[in-house]
């Protein structure tokens, strides 16, 4: 599309309210200088000096976002005039909330893992005073995106959108909290916990905010109970899937490091421990464990061999199957296509 086409689709700068130029006229007019081949560099120039005074600031082509940023502004005005009307632009503009609502929650979530634990400092790591200088800055910088969540939340004026991402929150901290009691060290061994435990731990951890935002979606959108639970499972479904695939990774890379690490409670491990057993797994994390330390090398290649990397698979493509059935309830769009092309592409394996 050229910068023409581009402009002739958006909205012209503040319409019938006067005779103020904006940006888009200013650079309609510098693109139809441009297109007088008889003009020379100097009138070319001219008339972009020209337009620089009048927008206000440097132009550049390379970045349409500073030109246009009055624009969207003017755009959001608009609007904002809408809210207490009954436009469907608005309905539109209250999902696009959620998704960002969701997005800030799932990063504060990341943010407040990164907070490394004081007491497994090594030398090497760096001074300790920059560490904890920077586990506060992590608290300070998560709990500020949890509170914008909240506030977002507050703004949708939705009180089962609010119960939906509350309680999502609730079980994301649980799912965590679980998760940190059975973290594997290397100088420990996990406790036994099977694949029907697994579920329900990384339901909470990494199931609940996109299932329960899918659903969210589909209340705002004032669905029924019954489109909103298929958009439950597919976000559940598409949340297993999405995690199973991530554990396997260190599995089926073609090229994987020596020292790269995982984690003993991921799901090829735990199908694994299932497979073979409590003392037979045992016995092989200790026949793995080089001066105290686990070769996580060799136990990688011990776990590759058994059966626990090919019922991940499995595992991964039944999730991805439960997504698809769910999508099978919304008629055919772009945005199921692309929904189903997600789920392809974490439980296609090569």
Not at 165 to 178: I, K, R
Request: aromatic share 6%; net charge neutral.
């Amino acid at each position: 599309m050229s910068l023409r086409q581009l402009l002739l689709r958006l909205p012209c700068y503040l319409g019938a309210s006067g005779p103020r130029r904006g940006p888009l006229d200013t650079i309609s007019s510098v693109v139809s200088w441009r297109g007088q081949s008889s003009r020379s560099p100097a009138h070319w120039n001219q008339v972009v000096s020209e337009a620089e005074k009048i927008v206000g600031y440097p132009t550049s082509f390379m970045s349409l976002r500073c030109l246009l940023s009055d624009e969207l502004s003017n755009i959001a005005m608009q609007v904002r005039k809408l809210v207490g009307t009954q436009h469907p632009l608005l309905t539109t503009a209250s999902q696009r909330s959620l998704a960002e609502i969701t997005e800030l929650i799932h990063t504060a979530l990341l943010v407040h893992r990164g907070i490394v634990n004081l007491d497994e400092l090594q030398s090497s790591d760096g001074p300790l005073k920059d560490m904890q200088f920077g586990n506060k800055i992590a608290i300070l910088s998560g709990d500020f995106l949890l509170a914008n969540a909240c506030n977002g939340l507050a703004l949708l004026q939705n009180t089962k959108v609010v119960e939906l991402l509350a309680s999502a929150l609730m079980d994301l901290v649980q799912g965590v909290y679980h998760e940190n009691s059975t973290s594997a060290k290397e100088n420990h061994i996990t406790d036994d916990i099977g694949i029907l435990t697994w579920k329900k731990q990384t339901f909470l951890s990494h199931g609940a905010l996109l299932a329960k935002s899918c659903q969210a979606a589909m209340e705002l959108a004032k669905h029924d109970a019954e489109v909103q639970d298929m958009a439950f499972q597919y976000g559940k479904h598409m949340a297993m899937s999405h995690k199973i695939n991530s554990d396997l990774q260190p599995f089926i890379k073609e090229k994987t490091s020596d020292s790269l690490t995982f984690n003993l409670n991921s799901a090829p491990v735990v199908l694994h421990q299932e497979f073979l057993g409590r003392d037979l797994w045992i016995k092989q994390i200790r026949e793995a464990q080089r001066k105290g330390r686990l070769d996580y090398a060799k136990l990688r290649e011990t776990i590759s061999a058994g059966k626990g990397v090919t019922s991940a698979i499995d595992l991964c493509r039944y999730h991805g199957n439960k997504a698809l059935e769910a999508l099978e309830s919304f008629p055919p769009s772009e945005a199921r296509t692309a929904l189903e092309n997600i789920v392809f592409a974490v439980t296609r394996f090569s």
